[in-house]
């Protein structure tokens, strides 16, 4: 409960009182909010609404609860719970949020639908990517705020002086060797003597890929026959038509060809997973710092908001890993191209957990230093410093 002549001046609005009936009319930016004190009824422009409790008279002066005068005239709320406080800000118009087709953009379709971000937008838009490139490219054009996208690509971003914060990492490793169910294949070291398909050379399931090989006796330029394609989709295909026999595949493109070879008549597993791998070749946990959020510039600075919309990001995706099958439905209507069983069954292998940055960063430190064994450019020729890790003020 605030004082209402207080809170009301200092967001914008103006205050005149009606002593007769104890009515107080409260204008701002084409609002006009009228209520009674001692009663839990009000009008804002002239549509009742429902206050949680009534205003108040006490010594002189009206109390109101905060949420109330706060979200009536326009203004969303957060509360801090560990330092005790409360933040008023401003609601944007718009918030738009990126990300690539994968399930660390399932959270962004759930919080769309919802009024989880009511307090910080009015309306939410998400933007599809449908390549890495295009990924980076509209994360760069100005107009959207979070992203979804690899760490290595906001690493890459950062030190190349975009003005981005990662939030926190929300994949923790969804490659795999894909290939026939039954195959000889359950180590690395069983793919000597034969032919991967590996979409995009270069990137990181490449990098990866020969990172990991190496480090278990695998000469990749010797030792297994690579074939490079353009995309993970189109390895998804050359797989599930059977003209390649394994391929390197991250989600949902693992899926993607499992089902596809399904109604081919023909059977694929995933036959190695490279997080495993990733836990044996280091020594450290079995997951990898693929993919998470990142605050972009367009909203870099707006603490609060940051804030906010990283715990609901959080508390969507524990929605999305508790309901897979409803994911995979809203997935299906929001992308263009997925199928809901694909999209539900992408989440189940795509360990989706939301870990702060800050938290994890000595993790994706290592993850880092590894890729740039290999590409030092793969992340902008350098660690990105401190200040690349966002974290609440």
């Known amino acids: 409960m605030v004082p209402l002549l207080t809170i009301s001046e200092s967001l914008g609005a103006t205050v005149d009182w009606n002593l007769a009936n104890s009515t107080v009319t409260i204008k701002q930016k084409g609002a006009t909010l009228v209520l009674t004190v001692n009663s839990t009824r009000a009008t804002r422009n002239g549509q009742q609404i429902t206050l949680d409790s009534p205003a108040v008279m006490?010594?002189?002066?009206?109390?109101v609860p905060l949420r109330f005068i706060s979200e009536a005239l326009g203004f969303g709320i957060i509360w801090d719970e560990q330092a005790r406080s409360v933040s008023i800000m401003s609601r944007l118009d718009n918030l738009s949020l990126l990300g690539p087709i994968s399930p660390v953009t399932f959270p962004f379709l759930h919080l769309a639908e919802g009024d989880a971000l009511r307090h910080i937008t009015r309306q939410t838009q998400v933007h599809i990517a449908r390549t890495v490139d295009m990924l980076r490219a509209q994360a760069l054009a100005g107009d959207i705020h979070f992203a979804a996208m690899p760490t290595y690509v906001a690493a890459n971003l950062y030190n190349r002086g975009v003005n981005l914060r990662l939030i926190n990492v929300s994949v923790w490793g969804s490659l795999y060797i894909v290939g026939e169910a039954g195959a000889p294949v359950r180590v690395l070291e069983d793919l000597k003597g034969q032919r991967l398909v590996i979409p995009?050379?270069?990137?990181?399931?490449?990098?990866?890929?020969?990172?990991?090989?190496?480090?278990?006796g695998l000469n990749t330029e010797r030792d297994v026959q690579i074939e490079y394609?353009?995309?993970?989709?189109?390895?998804?295909?050359?797989?599930?038509?059977?003209r390649a026999r394994y391929a390197v595949l991250?989600?949902?493109?693992?899926?993607?060809?499992?089902?596809?070879a399904?109604?081919?008549g023909r059977t694929l597993e995933r036959l190695i997973t490279l997080r495993t791998v990733w836990g044996e070749v280091t020594g450290g946990p079995a997951?990898?710092?693929?993919?998470?959020?990142?605050?972009?510039?367009?909203i870099v600075g707006q603490e609060a908001t940051i804030r906010a919309f990283s715990e609901a990001y959080a508390q969507a995706v524990s929605w999305t890993v508790a309901n897979p099958e409803d994911t995979g439905a809203l997935a299906a209507r929001r992308i263009e191209g997925l199928q809901a069983p694909a999209a539900a069954s992408a989440l189940r292998f795509s360990e989706l957990r939301a870990i702060p940055a800050i938290e994890a960063r000595r993790?994706?430190?290592?993850?880092?230093?590894?890729?740039?064994?290999?590409s030092p450019e793969i992340i902008g020729g350098k660690l990105p410093d401190g200040n690349f890790y966002w974290q609440p003020k």
């Open 58 to 63: 006490i010594r002189g002066r009206t109390l």
């Open 200 to 216: 995009s050379r270069g990137d990181m399931p490449d990098i990866l890929f020969r990172f990991l090989a190496n480090r278990k």
């Open 229 to 242: 394609v353009p995309s993970p989709m189109e390895a998804a295909q050359l797989l599930a038509a059977g």
């Open 250 to 260: 991250s989600e949902p493109a693992a899926t993607t060809a499992i089902l596809r």
């Open 262 to 264: 399904r109604q081919e």
């Open 287 to 298: 997951r990898i710092p693929q993919a998470g959020i990142v605050a972009l510039p367009n």
């Open 363 to 374: 993790e994706i430190e290592v993850y880092f230093r590894h890729l740039s064994e290999l």
